[in-house]
Nanobody, 117 residues
Framework: QVQLVESGGGSVQAGGSLRLSCAASGSITSPNVMGWYRQVPGKQIDLVSLIADGGATDYAESVKGRFTVSRDNAKNTVYLQMNSLQPEDTAVYYC???????????WGQGTQVTVSS
């Protein structure tokens, strides 16, 4: 019903930057919340950042001041600008959308981010 396609992952050195993008398609309804989670192998999946269609944002404490989430409501696209990347940011990043009224959640395929020292 809803598909999320991610792009922008890759490998960078510590201190570098990456910008992730995720485009949603299908039966997108409002209100909704989009954002990003990440998972390290053998670890639990953790929230990175969320942004509502009204613009309110939320960030994990570990990324505050370094990551910025934004969205283009007309394109149903969410972005994650990641600056000052550190090796501990290495993970698979998953795009996410919650359709609030439909009580439905969808996940992207994941994109690998690797930060080397």
């Amino acid at each position: 019903q809803v598909q999320l396609v991610e792009s922008g992952g890759g490998s960078v050195q510590a201190g570098g930057s990456l910008r992730l993008s995720c485009a949603a398609s299908g039966s997108i309804t409002s209100p909704n919340v989009m954002g990003w989670y990440r998972q390290v192998p053998g670890k639990q999946i953790d929230l990175v950042s969320l942004i509502a269609d009204g613009g309110a944002t939320d960030y994990a404490e570990s990324v505050k001041g370094r990551f910025t989430v934004s969205r283009d409501n007309a394109k149903n696209t969410v972005y994650l600008q990641m600056n000052s990347l550190q090796p501990e940011d290495t993970a698979v990043y998953y795009c996410y959308i919650k359709l609030v009224l439909g009580l439905r959640n969808y996940w992207g395929q994941g994109t690998q981010v690797t930060v080397s020292s």
